[in-house]
Nanobody
Framework: QVQLVESGGGLVQTGGSLRLSCAAS????????MGWYRQAPGKQRELVAF???????NYADSVKGRFTISRDNAKNTVYLQMNSLKPEDTAVYYC?????????WGQGTQVTVSS
């Protein structure tokens, strides 16, 4: 069973930065598309950023130019660098691995941006 462990969340002021990490195990990481999602209180979970096995990336409009997703296949780890954080970025952030038959999820890490 795939295991995804996120880290790097915390409390930061508006305009600050955080780097989230997601370590994957029991997975052929190098061929697996990976993503970061977030869920704010009372809202649906939404896609933040996505990276293919080949390194192509895609971002939600709300984070373009501020967030960067990357992967290190040697470390089985995907990252989310978050800059210029805003209060509306406050959410639980989840790592996801595109698997068959379904997506595998991490446990989530809380990001809180104070105004």
């Amino acid at each position: 069973q795939v295991q995804l462990v996120e880290s790097g969340g915390g409390l930061v002021q508006t305009g600050g930065s955080l780097r989230l990490s997601c370590a994957a195990s029991r997975i052929i990481f190098s061929i697996t598309p990976m993503g970061w999602y977030r869920q704010a209180p009372g809202k649906q979970r939404e896609l933040v950023a996505f990276i293919t096995s080949g390194g192509s990336t895609n971002y939600a409009d709300s984070v373009k130019g501020r967030f960067t997703i990357s992967r290190d296949n040697a470390k089985n780890t995907v990252y989310l660098q978050m800059n210029s954080l805003k209060p509306e970025d406050t959410a639980v952030y989840y790592c996801a691995a595109a698997q068959v038959p379904g997506t595998a999820w991490g446990q989530g890490t809380q990001v809180t941006v104070s105004s």
